[in-house]
Nanobody, 125 residues
């Protein structure tokens, strides 16, 4: 599995941004694809996870982004998107997409064995 993240940039507070994670995954049903972020001087933080099971799709979010961010899959493009709305300066971080097999404990970064390169998001006040 290989992951390629993109879409970071500079945005004003209150604005929106969409990150993309292109994944070389043949069967998304066997994997969880998630986004994490790491701000300077802080630990890596779980942002959102996406997985599928029996033709149904599921998502989970970290408390700090729930209601503002949305994760989705474009199966035809093999791409997982993270739509970020109502951005705040505290959302400034390097965002990483990651994948693992299985669907449990998605917030634990130690369980992910494949990581894409980070993409920097800066939210100005």
């Amino acid at each position: 599995v290989q992951l390629q993240a993109s879409g970071g940039g500079l945005v004003q507070a209150g604005g929106s941004l969409r990150l993309s994670c292109k994944a070389s995954i043949g069967n998304f049903g066997a994997y969880t694809v998630s986004w994490f972020r790491q701000a300077p001087g802080k630990e890596r933080e779980f942002v959102a996870a996406f997985w599928s099971s029996e033709n149904a799709y599921y998502a989970d979010y970290g408390d700090s982004v729930r209601g503002r961010f949305s994760i989705s899959l474009d199966n035809a493009q093999n791409t997982v998107y993270l739509q970020k709305n109502s951005l705040k300066p505290e959302d400034t971080a390097v965002y990483y997409c990651a994948s693992k097999s299985g669907r449990n404990n998605n917030h634990l970064s130690s369980l992910y064995n494949t990581w894409g390169q980070g993409t920097l998001v800066t939210v100005s006040s």
